[in-house]
């Protein structure tokens, strides 16, 4: 295990054991591992941040190799959109007579920089002299929009690995993820699940265990987005005849901070929020539709308008709360406006940072290492460069399986035990 990595700050933990001849074999690992997160699992103020890393899942079938069953990142996203037939032609008239190149560092991999960049346009042009050129012009940029996020409409609703239950191995780490969460303490206040995935694989995994959550819509037949249901518990009476209640335990917050591939731009009856959450999805419905996922049009106001300023309001609440401790997994920090939040949360000395993920020169997690604070504690594996079929340790899966700790009868009655004891030596101290 001597490519399994837990950095706090500089110091790789693992390394000093191994210095210090502490055994440290692979089960070892795991174990300090669990045993780290047991402990931040136990912390007042717990939120998890889940990137576009783990809803991509690739497995290998034989004469093919690996096949995506679940949502590319963005780079191969880009890619592959760039790279289409339905886009060759748009790539070229805007090389051509906007000077966008595709190709260039800043788009090559992200189509949201991309579309942030021709919602500018498209304003611009939509704002200047209308001449017939100009009114031709901004209709073809809109036009490419169009296409741009049907394209990621597809790929997000992931429609046919769903009918086919193709992408049942992805929905079962989500489900074992969220199954794990629920045996942390009753006591302590929920869990916060931020993400920047537009995919449902959330949603359906806690939907199929039976766990309730607040995403930020209410209503019934038709939900509307409205941020105070953030401030809300979930709550059973305990004694009918009296006004007792108790949170339950199987409850999440989850804050879809670049919104949802099934939230839509819709009116509603005394609705001061116009964005309704569809219940059913399918590309057919929505391909006409204006989906809020980020970047938004710029009649919201850039990318700051509603539902995205009041989700990264939410966030930035969360972050500021004393002792709190932020865990983010699949996240490669390419994000300027979830990264400024996070640094400002350092300005607390109580807060903590958990990054699932590996370090390099060419990253941004590598630049946080750099900063050598001992809050900041980086967790993985280096990828092996002889074995491109190997799943490194920080993968969504295999922190999942072997990282997140399973609190399961046996743990927790150990964990009674020990209480048992602390407390009966106190008694005896006294």
């Given at each position: ?89 748009d790539k070229k008239w805007l090389k051509n007579e906007l000077q966008i190149n595709v190709e260039s560092e800043n788009f090559k991999t992200n189509v949201e920089t991309f579309l942030s960049t021709l ?60 199954r794990k969460l629920l045996s942390r303490n009753s006591t302590l206040p929920r869990l916060n699940i931020f993400s920047t995935n537009y995919d449902l694989y959330s949603e359906r995994a806690m939907d ?25 518990a979930l709550a059973e009476k305990m004694d009918l005849s009296q006004s007792k209640w108790s949170v339950i335990d199987n409850f999440f917050y989850l804050y879809k901070i670049h919104g949802s591939v ?169």
């Amino acid at each position: 295990m001597s490519n399994t990595f837990f950095y706090k700050g500089k110091e790789n933990i693992f390394e000093k054991s191994k210095a210090q001849n502490i055994e440290s074999d692979a089960d070892s690992v795991k174990k300090k591992m669990q045993e780290e997160f047991l402990k931040v699992l136990d912390n007042k103020n717990v939120s998890f941040l889940l990137g576009s890393g783990c809803s991509s899942c690739e497995i290998e079938q034989p004469e093919v190799g690996k096949v995506q069953i679940g949502i590319p990142v963005m780079a191969p996203l880009a890619e592959n959109f760039y790279d289409s037939d339905t886009f060759k032609e748009d790539k070229k008239w805007l090389k051509n007579e906007l000077q966008i190149n595709v190709e260039s560092e800043n788009f090559k991999t992200n189509v949201e920089t991309f579309l942030s960049t021709l919602h500018s346009i498209s304003f611009y042009y939509s704002k200047s002299t209308k001449n017939e050129n100009s009114k031709k012009t901004e209709q073809r940029i809109n036009e490419i929009i169009q296409n741009t996020r049907n394209f990621l409409l597809g790929k997000i609703l992931n429609e046919e690995n769903i009918i086919n239950n193709a992408d049942e191995p992805l929905l079962n780490i989500y489900k074992q993820f969220y199954r794990k969460l629920l045996s942390r303490n009753s006591t302590l206040p929920r869990l916060n699940i931020f993400s920047t995935n537009y995919d449902l694989y959330s949603e359906r995994a806690m939907d199929l265990l039976g766990i309730h959550y607040a995403n930020g819509f209410t209503g019934g037949i038709s939900k509307f987005f409205n941020p105070t249901i953030f401030n809300y518990a979930l709550a059973e009476k305990m004694d009918l005849s009296q006004s007792k209640w108790s949170v339950i335990d199987n409850f999440f917050y989850l804050y879809k901070i670049h919104g949802s591939v099934n939230w839509i731009e819709a009116e509603g009856e005394n609705k001061l929020f116009k964005v309704k959450e569809i219940q059913e999805p399918k590309f057919d419905n929505l391909k006409d539709k204006e989906i809020m996922i980020y970047p938004t049009p710029l009649k919201y106001n850039a990318s700051f308008g509603s539902p995205y300023s009041d989700l990264f309001r939410e966030f930035q609440r969360k972050l500021m709360i004393n002792n709190n401790i932020l865990v983010t997994i699949g996240y490669s920090f390419n994000d300027e406006h979830i990264n400024n939040l996070i640094f400002q949360a350092f300005t607390i000395p109580s807060f903590r940072l958990i990054v699932i993920g590996e370090p390099t020169g060419s990253n941004k997690i590598g630049v946080l290492q750099k900063l050598d604070d001992s809050r900041i504690w980086i967790i993985g594996e280096t990828f092996p460069q002889d074995n491109e079929h190997y799943v490194p340790l920080h993968f969504f899966k295999r922190f999942v399986e072997e990282i997140l700790p399973d609190l399961t009868a046996e743990d927790l009655d150990k964990k009674l035990e020990n209480t048992i004891k602390k407390l009966f030596n106190t008694e005896q101290a006294k």
